[in-house]
Nanobody, 115 residues
Framework: QVQLVESGGGSVQAGGSLRLSCAAS????????MGWYRQGPGKQRELVAR???????NYADSVKGRFTISRDNAKNTVYLQMNSLKPEDTAVYYC?????????WGQGTQVTVSS
């Protein structure tokens, strides 16, 4: 079955950096687009960044220039490098893929940014 396992969350001060990882199994990773979403306290889940199988990327306006999504097909892993973190980036971050028309999610990893 499809499994997405996130890691790398934690607590940092504003201006700091974190790198999230998501290891995927149960899919043909290299042909699948992958995404990072987040859900802040009292907010709806939102798309943060997405990367296609060919490496094209798109980002939420709120993270452009600060976050970078990348993938390593040899390791079946997608990354989210987060720099210049702000308190409003505080959220649970989820890895996502769509496989056979079904959305799959990881368990989420908490990112907390203090001012």
């Amino acid at each position: 079955q499809v499994q997405l396992v996130e890691s790398g969350g934690g607590s940092v001060q504003a201006g700091g950096s974190l790198r999230l990882s998501c290891a995927a199994s149960g899919i043909i990773f290299r042909i699948n687009a992958m995404g990072w979403y987040r859900q802040g306290p009292g907010k709806q889940r939102e798309l943060v960044a997405r990367i296609t199988s060919s490496g094209s990327t798109n980002y939420a306006d709120s993270v452009k220039g600060r976050f970078t999504i990348s993938r390593d097909n040899a390791k079946n892993t997608v990354y989210l490098q987060m720099n210049s973190l702000k308190p409003e980036d505080t959220a649970v971050y989820y890895c996502n893929c769509n496989w056979f028309n079904t959305d799959h999610w990881g368990q989420g990893t908490q990112v907390t940014v203090s001012s």
